[in-house]
């Protein structure tokens, strides 16, 4: 069965370095998705991507975010200057279609800021 | 008024009982509300998921009330299983909300054998 993957599984990083986190959506999905989940909260939207562009972002997502498919397969999440509560895991997602459509979740990218 | 409130945060039910967990919405514009599931180390996955048009909904041992009035929904998991335990959590998304999921709080379910 197709799945959404995640790479890395675990980053650590310094206050203040970038990172990208790196997802590959299944194949003939459309819609993609970013959502993160600081530890013991809940899960939390961060953007979501259509048609080579931005559709939708939430309040968290701010100037340090920013996302691209760079390629057919690939979908990024780059923090630019990493804070400490940016500390989370960091989900990505893609569906088929609009919001009725099952979002498939990847495992998961844990992102530690030291 | 875009929150998915959850109930209860913990969970703990004997094998074979039944588990119940409840949220409620604000947005009336909230017209999809999926059940996720979560194990640990591992993405949420799509349980079951319900449109206001029904009340009810089943999938073998999951059944979701949906009660639009009130703007709550439950999850019902019958004949529960130690296999069942797990996070699980609701969500819900509109039309005019995009596709983002809102979710609630999660509720950790513990079935003891």
């Given at each position: 069965e197709p799945e959404v993957t995640q790479t890395p599984s675990h980053q650590v990083t310094q206050m203040g370095q970038e990172v990208i986190l790196r997802c590959v959506p299944i194949?003939?999905?459309?819609y993609f998705y970013w959502y993160r989940q600081i530890l013991g909260q809940k899960v939390e939207f961060l953007v979501s991507f259509y048609n080579n562009e931005i559709s939708e972002k939430s309040e968290?997502?701010?100037?340090q975010f920013s996302v691209e498919r760079p390629d057919g397969s690939n979908f990024t999440l780059k923090i630019r200057s990493t804070k400490l509560e940016d500390s989370a895991m960091y989900f990505c997602a893609s569906s088929?279609?609009?919001?009725t459509d099952t979002q498939y979740f990847g495992p998961g990218t844990r992102l530690t800021v030291l | 008024q875009q929150q998915v409130k959850q109930s209860p945060q913990s969970l703990i039910v004997q094998k074979g009982g039944i588990s119940i967990i409840n949220c409620a919405y604000?947005?009336?514009?909230?017209?999809y509300f999926p059940w996720y599931q979560q194990f640990p180390g591992k993405g949420p996955a799509l349980l079951i998921a319900i449109r206001p048009d029904v009340s009810e909904k089943k999938e073998g041992r999951f059944t979701i009330s949906f009660n639009k009035s009130a703007k709550q929904f439950s999850l019902h998991i019958m004949d529960?299983?130690?296999?069942?335990s797990a996070t699980y959590f609701c969500a819900a998304s509109g039309e005019t909300s995009g596709s983002r999921l809102t979710f609630g709080e999660g509720t950790q379910l513990t079935v003891n054998p």
């Open positions: 194949s003939n999905h459309l968290i997502f701010d100037d088929p279609g609009g919001y | 604000e947005n009336t514009a909230f017209d529960s299983q130690p296999g069942d």
